[in-house]
């Protein structure tokens, strides 16, 4: 069975540095692209982040969080990291992470698995 479990998300004040990790299992996690989207209310997901596969281990980010948020992977672990930092009350959302087997694309239509989300509220 394949799993995608986000967590690291809660209630966060802004300016804080939350973690979120995707621990993954049922899928041969290095040869997938590991993306993390996020919803606010009423709207579409969104890609926000995403990190290829290991051998190339490129990151790519949305504008609104470059330069703010890390993506990484550990491979020992099938679980990728996503450090948020400078939390801004707009960042209130539920993030999702979700395995690509082709590249970053941010596309949700070339998702093959979504993990459930974890909710992040920021406090100004």
């Known amino acids: 069975e394949v799993q995608l479990q986000a967590s690291g998300g809660g209630l966060v004040q802004a300016g804080g540095s939350p973690r979120l990790s995707c621990a993954t299992s049922g899928f041969s996690f290095d040869d997938y692209a590991i993306a993390w989207f996020r919803q606010f209310p009423g709207k579409v997901r969104e890609g926000i982040s995403c990190i290829t596969i290991p051998s190339e281990g490129v990151p790519w980010y949305e504008d609104d969080v470059k330069g703010r948020f890390t993506i990484s992977r550990e491979s020992a672990k099938n679980t990728v990291y996503l450090q948020m930092n400078t939390l801004k009350p707009e960042d209130t959302a539920v993030y999702y992470c979700?395995?690509?087997?082709?590249?970053?694309?941010?596309?949700?239509?070339?998702?093959?698995?979504w993990g459930k989300g974890t909710q992040v509220t920021v406090s100004s």
């Open positions: 979700a395995a690509d087997e082709g590249r970053c694309s941010f596309l949700r239509s070339a998702i093959d698995y």
